[in-house]
């Protein structure tokens, strides 16, 4: 149709107004006006606000600041006697937490998604640790570790075994909260891998048991490629979710003993809330989000290798 | 010339995106306005309605029922100032008084422990309240113990007062002390025997005599393994009474490594790891719930025993080889530089803590003006702990001395924390941790 009959049909004289095209845009954007703007104010905004705060010398107790370059970043480098421990423990940390948690995710999911009766019963059950408040799973958690009294070196004593003083050891301490962790989510990612295998279309399965092949060569050649863009999901998601954990750490050891579970967020924490540092605080923070992004970016790359393409 | 015909959807796309910008202008437009802040009003005139915002850590009803009655009288001299109590959860309280000075919304003034004063007081946030105390008639600042200052006073400043000084006590468990068969701190006391070395036998009794589940000794709030404060709140009174000091913030030495400092703490390692009577890291045996014989802590924590299954008692902290010894924590009232009206705060703060207010807080609250120690009053002022216990925390206060806070308290904690949880095993080298605790933290120990 010609512009000329459009404007006839909607009987705006030309030039004055918008077209209907146009007119279906703005309104478009005015309805998505209220996230974008919460996103702006309510995630942009703040990301922004670091960023600018990690080239400031600022304090939480004032709310001016003078800028200080690159400051924060070089005493990060060159004289903060904890940073590079912290980068290590959570490299330690993340690199514990992810295998365990998609590992354990998959094989629940691999044993609960046949639709059997009673696989809804133990999906709910594993899923439970999911929705269990995360303040409680630490406390509990901890409560258990306890040296002496503890349930667990309890019943370890039964078995003839004497557990170690798990929160209060180094390395123990490390392992403990790695583990607990990982054990907290393990449900949500058999969810997504039972949604997965679920739509792993039956024909190649029955064609591959028909010509002789064993579960474990069923998995491994037929069902990982199909759950493979899944458990690209699960582990980038896990990994970004690794890298953030502070709660855990702070109800479990609060960082200890000696600065062996401190992580970068709580150190983050330490340094804004403690110390009052909200400067040094911040450029800690902009490392970290660098960081997560940088690894993420790796695993997309990574991705075409290893995600065989989707039809 | 065509007539113009709308359609129901035309109509609708043409009405639609208005409808939508005006409710979205709308919103803009509220949110922006948002609240007004209180305390607002120009700087301070009498002629003002004025509104100061206190903040408080305690949200017990008898204690915000006394300080409103406070904010009543004070109205009565300075009729147009209202104050507003905001309590806030103590967990959360410095978080929340800290973001609020961040946020460009300070409170006017409020409570502050006196671990934070030199961190806020480096950071320039508090206000100097000499000339208001100084000018206030009746005020008589010398009634306040001359060391129940040391912590609010730089030079001719003074930061905050300090509204409760609560000493460090020794809570028992009688009930646990009977079944061990063990003397009473206050037999000991009378016969001077209450020392340091007793201490450490009776813990020892009651922990074999009572069993696995049932610990001789427990740390300030349990929290001795997991918080420097907590830490230094158990071993102070020790090293105290050993003669020992931890270090001088003014001139930067730390004293850890010193014979006597070591002999202290060391004590607690013994208890800990070679008689096994003191509850070890990471175990959660609490005396308030009477799981342990005794512990240290302030008689604050009497609240948590109002529905104890067993008798308690207080004592005073055991003597060692440098004699008796005394230590408080106190809180204090601060007003914050950044307030809209420092200058009413102030005297709301001076008027807080005159003589008489004073001896009305010292209900909840262990004093530090001499006239109310010294009062019959203040004798009588806790059903539950009785008249000799009050004479004991009387005796405290005038006697006690504060923790040497440094200005950096959280970095120095952060440095010194990896070296004090080396200190509980059966072999550690207690004067060679300590040495090396000196050395991560001497180039940051600076006052305010």
């Not at chain 1, 702070?250 to 340094?271: C, D, E, K, R």
């Not at chain 2, 915000?64 to 001299?77: C, I, N, Q, S, Y």
């Not at chain 2, 705060?345 to 109310?372: C, D, G, L, W, Y």
Request: hydrophobic share 45%.
């Amino acid at each position: 149709m010609t512009i000329a009959y459009q404007r006839a049909v909607t009987g705006r004289r030309a030039g004055r107004s918008l077209s209907l095209r146009r007119r279906e845009e703005l309104t478009g954007y005015l309805f998505i006006s209220p996230q974008v703007l919460g996103f702006l104010v309510i995630v942009l905004g703040p990301i922004v606000a670091v960023v600018v705060y990690s080239l400031q010398n600022r304090t939480l107790l004032a709310p001016e600041a003078t800028f200080a370059g690159l400051e924060n970043y070089r005493h990060m480098v060159e004289s903060d006697p904890y940073f590079r421990r912290m980068l290590l423990t959570t490299a330690i940390f993340c690199a514990g937490l992810v295998p365990i948690n998609v590992g354990l995710g998959l094989c629940t999911a691999l044993l609960l998604s046949s639709n059997r009766r009673g696989d809804a019963v133990f999906q709910a059950i594993f899923f439970l640790p999911v929705v269990t408040s995360a303040v409680a799973w630490a406390v509990v958690w901890r409560y258990a570790f306890q040296g002496e009294l503890g349930p667990i070196n309890q019943f370890l004593a039964v078995l003839g075994v004497t557990g170690p003083n798990w929160l209060q050891e180094p390395t123990w301490a490390l392992v403990v909260v790695t583990v607990t962790r990982a054990l907290k989510t393990v449900g949500l990612k058999m969810v997504i891998f039972i949604a997965a295998i679920q739509g792993i279309p039956k024909e190649p399965l029955e064609a591959a048991r028909l010509d002789g092949a064993n579960s474990w060569h069923v998995f491994r050649h037929i069902m990982l490629p199909f759950l493979a863009p899944a458990t690209f999901l699960v582990v980038v998601i896990t990994m970004i979710g690794s890298m953030q954990v502070f709660d855990h750490i702070l109800l479990m050891t609060a960082g200890g003993p000696s600065n062996a579970t401190m992580v970068l967020p709580y150190y983050i924490f330490h340094q804004a809330f403690r110390a009052f540092d909200t400067g040094y605080a911040s450029a800690l923070a902009v490392v970290l989000c660098v960081l997560t992004l940088g690894l993420t970016t790796l695993q997309w790359a990574v991705r075409r290798r290893v995600v065989p393409d989707e039809q | 010339m065509f007539r113009r015909q709308t359609t129901r959807a035309s109509q609708a796309a043409r009405i639609t995106p208005r409808i939508a910008a005006s409710l979205l202008v709308a919103a803009l437009v509220t949110s922006c306005v948002g609240s007004t802040a209180t305390g607002e009003g120009g700087s301070g005139d009498s002629n003002q309605s004025v509104t100061l915002r206190f903040s408080m850590w305690s949200n017990n009803e008898a204690h915000v029922a006394m300080l409103e009655g406070f904010a009543r009288e004070f109205r009565k001299t300075h009729p147009n100032v209202s104050v507003e109590f905001v309590p806030v959860i103590s967990s959360d309280y410095l978080q929340k008084i800290s973001t609020a000075l961040a946020g460009g919304r300070p409170f006017d003034a409020g409570w502050l422990g006196e671990g934070d004063v030199s961190q806020f007081v480096a950071a320039g946030v508090l206000a100097d309240l000499a000339p208001t105390l100084s000018r206030t008639k009746g005020y008589e600042l010398n009634d306040f113990i001359g060391k129940s200052m040391q912590s609010w006073r730089r030079g001719d400043k003074i930061y905050g007062v300090p509204f409760s000084t609560s000493p460090f006590l020794v809570y028992y468990n009688k009930d646990l002390f009977a079944q061990a068969g063990v003397a009473t701190p206050e037999e000991l006391t009378a016969r001077g025997e209450w020392t340091w070395e007793n201490f450490r036998a009776i813990a020892r009794t009651i922990r074999e005599k009572a069993g696995p589940s049932v610990y001789g000794f427990q740390g300030h709030d349990g929290a001795l393994y997991d918080n420097v404060t907590s830490f230094w709140n158990t071993v102070v009174p020790a090293i105290r009474a050993y003669g020992g000091s931890i270090w001088d913030p003014s001139t930067g030495s730390c004293d850890l490594a010193d014979q006597a400092t070591v002999d202290a703490i060391d004590l607690f390692r013994q208890m800990v790891a070679v008689d096994k009577s003191m509850v070890p890291p990471g175990e959660q045996a609490d005396f308030f719930a009477g799981q342990v014989g005794m512990t240290i802590n302030q008689l604050s924590r009497t609240s948590l025993l109002e529905e104890a299954t067993f008798e308690w008692g207080i004592a005073p902290l055991p003597s060692g080889p440098a004699g008796p010894t005394s230590f408080y924590g106190q809180a204090g009232v601060v007003v914050f530089n950044a307030s809209p009206h420092p200058d009413i705060a102030a005297e709301f703060v001076a008027f807080m803590t005159n003589r008489q207010n004073v001896e009305t807080m010292a209900e909840f609250f262990p004093p530090a003006r001499q006239s109310v120690l010294d009062s019959p009053a203040f004798r009588s002022s806790n059903a539950a702990v009785g008249e000799a216990g009050m004479e004991l925390v009387a005796d405290q206060v005038r006697q006690g001395e504060s923790f040497p806070f440094p200005a950096n308290f959280a970095d120095v904690n952060l440095a010194l924390k990896p070296e004090l949880d080396k200190l509980w095993s059966a072999d550690a080298d207690v004067a060679a941790i300590l040495r090396q605790g000196c050395e991560a933290v001497e180039s940051l120990l600076t006052t305010s």
